[in-house]
């Protein structure tokens, strides 16, 4: 349509001899042959990045304006009476051709790079030729003046600068899609201002501007139509992505990045439900917690990257040896791997679970660095009979279990019993008290002599610590230094001790300066 009305001026402009009329009219037909090859470009390379909801908008937006444009501008110039069947086609149409423009830019820009400057130039090259044939139109139909001629042919003018400048800037290889970058979409609250606007202009206009005759009501009743069967239908596409959208984030949140195992609280909601059923089978679920012993070493001596292909290479063993029993395998952090039974009917069986796959371990892993051995500390915890618990109380119970396998010395498995609970909280208990002993002067140290074995002399003392709680209790080095050791404590109370040491040596030699040799010894 546009390339017919342009050829029709250029032919009238060569007629007449006025070359003003020419050179524009060729500017402007140049301009949108750059805007066609533009966008054809654009929807060709850049095809595969468009979403349901981009296009729906984009049309959406188009439609609008077509109701608009017929209302106020291509009615009222179709009931002209005085032109040629020829004259009516072409500046009839010639406004709704830049419906499908008005489309693809608003696609355009609803899905290219934000704040690219060749973005923004093609964007704005497309909305300055809709404009130059907006106001175009409308000095044509209504009759207002050659200034809204003049105004046009500057927008069109603006069209070609504007194009030009989109295709020769160094970010115009991502436009054409030639140059992959993160996408980076227009914000939400810009998509829904242009897509309201696209809607609440259309019907201010339908209010306030009333049918001319039959066919206007039947053209905007069709128009009306359209507009709210594609509303209706990006509803639907905007509500089943936000669903899909929901259930991928959730997925997400319950599966493990780099196995694609199920995560910890995936895994004890499942095993909630199968405990929820347990009065039914008269089974004994059990937890088995596999941690891998030293993986650090790997981590540290291979890289993350032979780290993390041994986590998925002991995933798949333990998945494939899981299945054979019924077992569901999760990972609930770093280098542990959590299975949950729900078949054993007894401790036994759940034991021997556990050791069949401990076995599937055993054997040396092959990566691109070479083999590797793995080995693992596993805790075992079986609901017990006629009590259930709940499925963070029996984890915390295999938790305690493999704790226990690593502190019998590791590669091996530990079956929970009361026992280790009351170990954990004395543990517990211990630690807590051991904070506060050296502010409460709860340490005392007993010095041993040292004889010398030739002459039967006291040659000097070896300090020996000791922690006597407040309520008299005596609590042994062997039960406490460990403690501090892993808090460390083991600074402060060592300082304390040296200090201790050496202010009692020279005390002692204050008593007995005769006697100048004697020692101290602090092990």
């Known amino acids: 349509v546009g390339g017919l009305y342009e050829g029709s001026d250029v032919a009238s402009g060569w ?11 060729v500017a402007d037909g140049l301009a949108k042959a750059l805007i066609v090859a533009i966008l054809l470009g654009v929807v060709g390379r850049r095809r595969g990045r468009y979403t349901a909801g981009d296009i729906l908008d984009g049309i959406i937006i188009a439609l609008g304006a077509w109701l608009v444009a017929w209302i106020l ?12 069947a020829l004259e009516l086609g072409i500046n009839a149409l010639y406004v709704p051709a830049a419906v499908p423009i008005i489309a693809l830019a608003t696609i355009f820009l609803f899905t290219g790079h934000v704040g690219r400057l060749a973005n923004w130039a093609a964007t704005a090259a497309f909305f300055l030729h809709v404009f130059g044939d907006l106001v175009y139109a409308i000095g044509e139909i209504h009759g207002i003046g050659s200034w809204a001629f003049t105004m046009a042919d500057l927008f069109y003018i603006g069209t070609f600068f504007a194009a030009g400048a989109a295709l020769i800037h160094p970010t115009a290889p991502e436009i054409m899609g030639r140059r ?3 996408r980076r979409e227009l914000r939400l609250p810009s998509r829904l201002v242009a897509t309201a606007c696209s809607l609440i202009l259309p019907v201010m206009v339908l209010t306030f501007v009333p049918a001319n005759d039959h066919a206007d009501r039947v053209v905007r009743s069709a128009s009306v139509l359209a507009l709210l069967l594609l509303v209706a239908w990006r509803l639907h596409q905007s509500t089943n992505e936000t669903l899909a959208t929901q259930n991928q984030m959730l997925a997400m949140a319950r599966t493990d990045d780099l196995t694609r195992l199920p995560n910890k609280a995936a895994l004890l909601e ?3 439900d199968v405990i929820d059923d347990v009065w039914r089978t008269n089974n004994q679920p059990a937890f088995f917690l596999f941690d891998l012993d030293r993986f650090k070493t790997i981590n540290d001596s291979l890289g993350h990257a032979a780290g993390d292909e041994v986590l998925r290479i002991v995933t798949s063993r333990l998945t494939l ?31 021997a679970h556990a050791e069949m796959l401990h076995s ?12 590797v051995f793995v080995t693992s500390s596993v805790g075992v915890a079986a609901m017990p009979k006629g009590r259930p618990l709940t499925a963070d109380e029996l984890f915390r119970q295999a938790d305690i279990a493999m704790y226990r396998a690593k502190d019998s010395g590791r590669n091996c498995i530990a079956l929970y019993d009361k026992s280790m609970q009351d170990r954990v909280s004395h543990r517990l208990k211990t630690e807590t008290e051991l904070h506060g002993a050296l502010e409460r002067r709860e340490f005392q140290l007993f010095h041993q002599p040292i004889v010398d074995a030739d002459g039967g002399r006291v040659a000097g003392f070896e300090a020996l610590i000791r922690w006597r709680k407040e309520d008299g209790t005596m609590v042994s080095p062997a039960e406490f230094i460990p403690i501090a050791e892993e808090t460390g404590l083991i600074v402060p109370i060592g300082a304390w001790t040296l200090n201790e040491a050496c202010r009692q040596a020279c005390e002692w030699h204050r008593e007995h300066p005769s006697d100048p040799g004697l020692l101290m010894s602090v092990n």
């Open 15 to 25: 007629m007449t001899g006025d070359s003003l009329v020419v050179t524009q009219t």
């Open 321 to 351: 040896a899981a299945r054979a029993i019924g077992a569901v395998v999760a990972r609930p952090s770093g280098d542990e791997f959590l299975v949950l039974d729900a078949s054993p009917d007894s401790a036994t069986t759940a034991l």
């Open 73 to 84: 501008l291509v009615e009222p110039y179709a009931a002209e009476e005085n032109l040629s």
């Open 360 to 371: 599937v371990l055993l054997e040396p892993i092959s990566i691109n660095q070479g083999a």
């Open 180 to 182: 992959q970058t993160p």
């Open 270 to 272: 499942q095993a909630n």
